[in-house]
């Protein structure tokens, strides 16, 4: 699996000074556009409130009176290769994510390597699953080639052939999404409860927003998945 961030607001403060007569250097990118569209519902410049008065501040309330529209003005892009096709059925799933996914229509599915669920990997099954990919590859390129030869167009030799291929085939994709849903995202997938390779993403994901954007994503525990303490306490 290989996530990268790839776009991310940036805040043009020159921009939002001209709108507003108000500057303030410490807007950052993505979480100060936040702050400043929150600030800008009650014109609240000054920062008056000590636990309000820098971002991080500003942020945690609004996270905790779940004020998440204001989230919704910054997003980040992510570039995501290697991953399953069960990882794509799942992530889709999240209705405000914007999706440019690989077709296996226009691009060729030979050559592709399987994607290991982490429960497998270091086990015996990690060599059957190679085998019953190697094998289900076998069988696209036999059926791909027999169906070019008499006389399939390209695209319609490769939509057929892909039938006999398994959720192991990696795909890749160009997924934007804004914070807030970013947050829904990470609520359902980083945690205990969901399938172990959405959460792998889901802690990729964490890493970078919270790189992009601290005060977004400052409630969540990049060592401990959601659920994570009660595993624990029913596990002691
Ligand atoms: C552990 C786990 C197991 C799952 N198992 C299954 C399964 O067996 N079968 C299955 O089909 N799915 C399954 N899912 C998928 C799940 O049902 C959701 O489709 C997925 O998690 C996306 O969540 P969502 O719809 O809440 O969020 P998103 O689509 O990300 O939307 C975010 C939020 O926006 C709001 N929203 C979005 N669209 C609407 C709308 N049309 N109307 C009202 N409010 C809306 C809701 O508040 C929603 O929570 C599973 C998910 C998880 C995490």
């Not at 991310?8 to 950052?28: I, L, M, Q, V």
């Not at 993505?30 to 500003?58: F, H, I, S, V």
């Not at 006999?164 to 947050?183: C, D, E, H, K």
Request: some cysteine; proline content about 3%.
């Amino acid at each position: 699996m290989q996530v990268n961030l790839i776009a991310y607001t940036k805040f043009n403060k020159d921009a939002f000074e001209y709108a507003t007569g108000f500057r303030s250097e410490a807007f950052s990118d993505a979480d100060g556009l936040a702050e400043a569209a929150g600030r800008a519902c009650y014109q609240a410049w000054e920062r008056k409130n000590p636990a309000t008065a820098d971002t991080m501040g500003y942020l945690a309330n609004i996270i905790d009176h779940q004020h998440f529209s204001v989230l919704e003005h910054s997003s980040a892009t992510f570039y995501i290769t290697d991953v399953s096709r069960s990882l794509l059925a799942e992530l889709t799933r999240h209705r405000h994510l914007s999706f440019s996914v690989e077709s296996q229509r226009y691009v060729d599915q030979a050559d592709r390597e399987a994607v290991i669920p982490p429960a497998l990997r270091g086990l015996a099954a990690t060599s059957l699953l190679v085998f019953a990919h190697q094998e289900a590859v076998h069988n696209y390129r036999m059926v791909r080639d027999s169906l070019e030869e008499s006389g399939v167009p390209r695209k319609q030799a490769r939509e057929a052939a892909r039938a006999f291929l398994l959720n192991s085939q990696p795909v890749s994709m160009v997924v934007t999404g804004n914070m807030r849903a970013w947050r829904e995202v990470l609520t359902k997938r980083y945690h205990m409860a969901a399938d172990a390779e959405i959460r792998e993403l889901a802690r990729e994901l964490l890493i970078w927003l919270r790189a992009t954007a601290p005060g977004s994503f400052q409630d969540f525990d990049l060592d401990n998945p959601i659920g994570n303490e009660e595993v624990r306490r029913a596990a002691a």
